[in-house]
């Protein structure tokens, strides 16, 4: 088996109105140190062993449901997973 | 005209959408599940406000995926008329029928209110009952509505005359106030308000009857021989 570990991020051109909130927030706690908040999501996906491409297959998923290409960048790590 | 009201796990303005063409306007309509594999015998096809997966993902996006999305695409290469309201609009954007993609508003407010709206372009089969530039009052219902496209997109909406309504104000961060579009064949519909609440003066206004009028004479004159 193996993990996939996806990280989606906003595109630079597209405005973070929650990131802009929370460094909002960051700012009154103190921390004026913050320039830029960008929130983003984090997916992991166990692929079975039998699987081909699965650089491929990560990249077809993406790009068909997990991510909206319009809006959003990703990119994905693959590790050997040990099995339970 | 026949209309299809497409039913999504966790649509909750399909009693709205049917009800504006089958008891305003006399026209048939049936729901139709998401996991519907034919629409050919469908004139119209609805794709009602709501939660449609909790949204989930992303709005729209797991609605985008049903098996009834590969119909709605057929229906809309055929050239029939499909109106996508508020997430019935995101569904049709993560689905590519439509470009761009609506984000979440501005403020981070669901906003639930009535708001003035222009039409933009009274030459489509969805608006030709308004006049350009008439303004319309139309209640808004939504916590992700900012309309984004890159500068490329809007560019060709202009041009084509996509664009179809705009909000009279700025208030969810729309790109240039955009509450509505077509597609590039002016056959396919998405728009954040929600005409289907505003068809009887009985329930605060009628403005939205118009949008599917329009609907319905086109189809009648397209369709319809007079003896």
């Not at chain 2, 590969?70 to 029939?80: I, L, N, Q, R, S």
């Not at chain 2, 981070?108 to 709206?117: D, E, P, Q, S, W």
């Not at chain 2, 997109?153 to 202009?158: A, F, G, R």
């Not at chain 2, 961060?173 to 998405?190: D, H, K, P, T, W």
Request: charged share 25%; net charge negative.
């Amino acid at each position: 088996m193996r993990k996939v570990k996806i990280y989606v991020t906003l595109r630079e051109s597209v405005l973070d109105p929650q990131g802009s909130a929370v460094m909002g927030s960051l700012h009154k706690m103190g921390y004026g140190e913050v320039e830029d908040v960008r929130i983003g999501k984090y997916l992991e996906l166990m692929i079975s062993d039998d699987a081909g491409d699965v650089d491929a297959l990560v990249n077809e998923m993406c790009q068909k449901l997990l991510t909206n290409t319009v809006i959003e960048d990703y990119r994905f790590e693959i590790e050997e997973a040990v099995s339970q | 005209m026949k209309f299809a009201v497409i039913v999504f796990p966790g649509s909750n303005c399909d009693l709205d959408m049917y009800h504006a063409v089958k008891d305003e306007l006399g026209e048939e309509a049936e729901y139709v599940w998401h996991d519907s594999t034919d629409l050919s015998g469908y004139d119209g096809i609805l794709l009602p406000g709501g939660f449609s997966y909790g949204d989930y993902l992303r709005c729209g996006a797991i609605a985008q995926s049903s098996p009834v999305m590969d119909e709605v695409k057929k229906a809309a290469e055929a050239g029939k008329p499909v109106l996508g309201i508020c997430n019935g609009f995101q569904i049709l954007t993560e689905a590519g029928l439509l470009p761009g993609i609506l984000l979440r508003n501005k403020n981070l407010k669901f906003m639930c209110r009535t708001v003035g709206l222009k039409v933009e372009n009274a030459n489509t089969l969805f608006t030709n009952e308004y006049m350009a530039g008439q303004e319309i009052r139309i209640p808004i219902a939504h916590g992700e509505g900012n309309y984004y496209c890159d500068d490329a997109t809007y560019e060709q909406l202009k041009n084509n005359n996509q664009i179809v309504f705009s909000y009279a104000d700025d208030f969810n961060g729309s790109r240039n106030n955009i509450a509505g579009i077509v597609n590039e064949r002016g056959n396919v519909l998405g728009m954040m308000p929600h005409p289907e609440r505003a068809v009887s003066d009985l329930i605060g206004g009628s403005d939205g009857l118009s949008l599917f009028k329009s609907i319905v004479k086109q189809w009648r004159e397209a369709n319809v021989s007079h003896a």
